[in-house]
Every structure is written in C-alpha cells, then in structure tokens.
C-alpha cells in the first residue's frame, strides 16, 4: 500500500539541498539560465518558500511510502490563483531506483485525495516542457495544459 506521512525534521535538510540544485539544474537546461543565474533563482525561491523549514506557512512536505518504505516525497501548497483557492504541487519526486512501479500516479492520487480532505477542488502545478515523463502522467490523469513558454537561441 502507498501512503503519505508527513516529512520529519531530519529529512528535511536533504530534501531542500536535493531539491534546490534540482530545480537549478532545470531552470539552466529548460529555461535558458546560466548555471549562476539558475542557482541564485533556485536558492532565492527555495527560501522564499520554505524559509521556516517544515513549519513555513501554507507548505506540506510528505514523504511517500510504499509498503513501508520510503519511496520519494510530495510537496504541496495551499495558494490563491485565478481568484480560486487551489492546492499546488510544487514537487512530487519519485526516487530512481523505485521508478517505473507506477509510484508517481499513487503520489499524484494522494494529492487529490489530500485536496478533497481539504475542502479543495483544484489542483495545479508546473512542470518544465523536457519533462515528457512527467507531463505524459499528469495528461493521463486529466491535467490539462494552460500555457506553453517557448523560446528560441540565436
């Protein structure tokens, strides 16, 4: 059975320095940045969220188990958009070796379960346009796509 529980302190300093040079490293390759420019916005961002650690306001930080082992993590966030309030993913990361088994669909029905629990009936979330894996779930679970940013070097 996959679940959710909620990230203990001591994971935490981890799953921030993992997260933040991963999303440093998207930033450069999908967006364009220079690899300074996309560490100083990663950085800048990862504080600006979740300064507070596991007690940063609006933010839920789960770790996801699958027959009692971990497996990834699920970040998620309680924001205002579009004049509704709506439940945001910032981050659902399955870890590679456990990939594949069909854990990144369990994370993402988790969300929306945890949405429904809470009196929301919206779910949103970015995902860099590379990330075919990724939005190829998020499609086949009914997410659909609002906006595409595209850009062109010269």
Known sequence: MTELRP???????????????????????????????ARKKSAEDWERLLGQGLQSPGQSLYVLEDEGERVGVLW????????RHTLFVYDVHIDERHRGRGLGRAAMQLAEEEARRRGISRIELNVFGGNDVARNLYRSLGYREQAIFMGKDL
């Open 7 to 37: 990230m203990h302190d001591d994971e935490f300093a981890d799953f921030r320095r993992e997260g933040e040079a991963v999303y440093a490293h998207d930033i450069e390759q999908s967006g364009g940045w220079s690899a300074e420019a």
């Open 76 to 83: 998620l966030a309680e924001r205002e958009s579009g004049g």
